[in-house]
């Protein structure tokens, strides 16, 4: 039997590379980059790792590019969902962790065991080296918080139907070309007559070269997800136009 891994109200099967959203019945069968980090993170879970390792892989195949990691990580915090997105924490300046799950534990009474004075004094000693100790500490940067969306619009397609448009950044430098590509693909849905998407995420690169657009649906009553990259090496940037629009068939 293949190996299953339980993330929160999701389960991943590393033989599938599946990930599956137990309350939804939602299967997402991951991409390379998002199965490449995901299955690291896991072998690796409870430890940071490093943003290189992710890249490399089992260096099997070529390396992944700094923006499909971080591409990876917001789509796989995104399947999660708000309530399970922080299992994938980043580490500010090393690189991700994926937390272990809280166990519930079993609780000891430990005033009715024979030796309850020596337990209760060891504690007390533990938690006095502690307290002395603590002025010799030093602490450790403050953990980084899930990034959060920039900002959220909801277009009005000519049917009626509504698709939300969702903008992450983790840099102030790209968010101005970022906003100018998200209304640009808002006023192209806005010309649509329906769609199977009904929630669009952007993200760009750090350096302005990549756009990552992932898109959520229904297609005949089963959930869908799409993910797209974009590079544009020209200026200005012309990453989303009506033609490409048409050839990947945004638009039913």
Same mark, same amino acid.
């Given at each position: 039997?293949?190996?299953?891994?339980?993330?929160?109200?999701?389960?991943?099967?590393?033989?599938?590379?599946?990930?599956?959203?137990?309350?939804?019945?939602?299967?997402?069968?991951?991409?390379?980059?998002?199965?490449?980090?995901?299955?690291?993170? $896991?072998? +690796?879970?409870?430890?940071?790792?490093?943003?290189? =390792? #992710? /890249?490399?892989?089992?260096? &099997?195949? %070529?390396?992944?590019?700094?923006?499909?990691?971080?591409?990876?990580?917001?789509?796989?915090?995104?399947?999660?969902?708000?309530?399970?997105?922080?299992?994938?924490?980043?580490?500010?300046?090393?690189?991700?962790?994926?937390?272990?799950?809280?166990?519930?534990?079993?609780?000891?009474?430990?005033?009715?065991?024979?030796?309850?004075?020596?337990?209760?004094?060891?504690?007390?000693?533990?938690?006095?080296?502690?307290?002395?100790?603590?002025?010799?500490?030093?602490?450790?940067?403050?953990?980084?918080?899930?990034?959060?969306?920039?900002?959220?619009?909801?277009?009005?397609?000519?049917?009626?139907?509504?698709?939300?448009? $969702?903008? +992450?950044?983790?840099?102030?430098?790209?968010?101005? =070309? #970022? /906003?100018?590509?998200?209304? &640009?693909? %808002?006023?192209?849905?806005?010309?649509?007559?329906?769609?199977?998407?009904?929630?669009?995420?952007?993200?760009?690169?750090?350096?302005?070269?990549?756009?990552?657009?992932?898109?959520?649906?229904?297609?005949?009553?089963?959930?869908?997800?799409?993910?797209?990259?974009?590079?544009?090496?020209?200026?200005?940037?012309?990453?989303?136009?009506?033609?490409?629009?048409?050839?990947?068939?945004?638009?039913?």
């Amino acid at each position: 039997m293949g190996k299953v891994m339980q993330l929160g109200h999701c389960k991943f099967d590393v033989n599938k590379g599946e990930l599956v959203n137990n309350q939804s019945d939602e299967v997402w069968r991951l991409p390379r980059a998002e199965l490449q980090v995901l299955t690291l993170l $896991i072998d +690796y879970q409870g430890k940071v790792v490093a943003k290189p =390792l #992710l /890249k490399t892989g089992n260096g &099997q195949e %070529q390396p992944l590019s700094d923006a499909s990691v971080t591409h990876a990580i917001f789509t796989l915090r995104a399947f999660l969902g708000p309530q399970y997105e922080s299992l994938i924490e980043t580490v500010k300046g090393q690189g991700y962790l994926l937390k272990h799950h809280r166990s519930r534990k079993q609780s000891v009474n430990f005033f009715s065991h024979p030796q309850r004075f020596a337990i209760i004094a060891i504690i007390t000693l533990a938690v006095a080296l502690l307290i002395s100790g603590l002025m010799f500490i030093r602490f450790s940067p403050p953990k980084a918080l899930p990034v959060l969306p920039n900002s959220t619009a909801t277009v009005k397609l000519t049917s009626g139907q509504t698709v939300d448009v $969702i903008l +992450y950044s983790s840099s102030k430098t790209n968010l101005a =070309l #970022l /906003k100018k590509q998200g209304m &640009q693909l %808002q006023q192209s849905l806005a010309q649509c007559n329906s769609t199977s998407w009904k929630r669009v995420f952007l993200s760009l690169s750090h350096d302005e070269q990549v756009l990552n657009i992932t898109l959520r649906g229904e297609h005949y009553g089963q959930s869908v997800i799409r993910n797209l990259k974009i590079s544009d090496l020209r200026q200005p940037k012309k990453f989303v136009s009506q033609a490409w629009l048409k050839g990947v068939e945004i638009c039913d």
